[in-house]
């Protein structure tokens, strides 16, 4: 009998799908995820650090729970946030990155239940050098709908004129109004590669303009 192979997200799901310089108008489908909240320069926040730590053991229980139990095995997908702020400017012209609120997350397959989860974090928690902060992770769905994207490839703060550009000049002139909560997805380890390197999904939730 042949090995099973695994999914993997990046490859089948459109919504991970963009291309560096193109800005992508596309639906985005309800999906659910492991989260995490938290406030700060995600550079010097240690509840950043934290969240990650709390994260992925959870998401990898719940991988192995998943080919184990239920036959179906997976590649955990990427790290993702939602970032917001009271004035947008934070994140464009100022970068005031003390003033970012943020949710770490984890897409999780959709035959991935509530109790599995719970199962998965309770174990995952058992750990002696697990972090505290797994407790505050919670099972949630994310219904995003019309959306628009593109693929940053560079360091974090080079984000800023393609997302002027987006925020000021895309969106607009093709009769849309930002909606929702800035996203984005780490296809790359940003504790490990050059920042130059990084490949970053930007997205952006939208509405069509009356």
Known sequence: ????????????LDSYQARRGEFRILEVPRMQY???????DPNTSPAFAEAITALYPVAYKLKFASKNELGRDYVVPPLEGLWWSP???AFTSARDKSRWNWTLMIMVPEWIDAEMVETARTVAAR????SAAIENVRFETLEEGLCVQTLHI??????????ARLHDEFIPNNGLAMTGTHHEIYFS??????????????????????
């Not at 492991?34 to 700060?40: A, E, F, P, R, T």
């Not at 560079?154 to 997302?163: H, K, N, V």
């Open 189 to 210: 380890d940003f504790r490990k590669v050059e920042p130059s390197k990084l490949r970053t999904i930007l997205r952006q939730p939208v509405t069509k303009r009356a």
């Open 87 to 89: 004035d947008m400017s």
């Open 34 to 40: 492991l989260m995490l909240d938290g406030h700060g």
């Open 1 to 12: 009998m042949a090995p099973s192979t695994a999914v993997d997200v990046k490859k089948t």
């Open 127 to 130: 750990k002696a050098d697990s």
């Open 154 to 163: 560079g360091s974090f703060d080079d984000e800023t004129a393609t997302l």
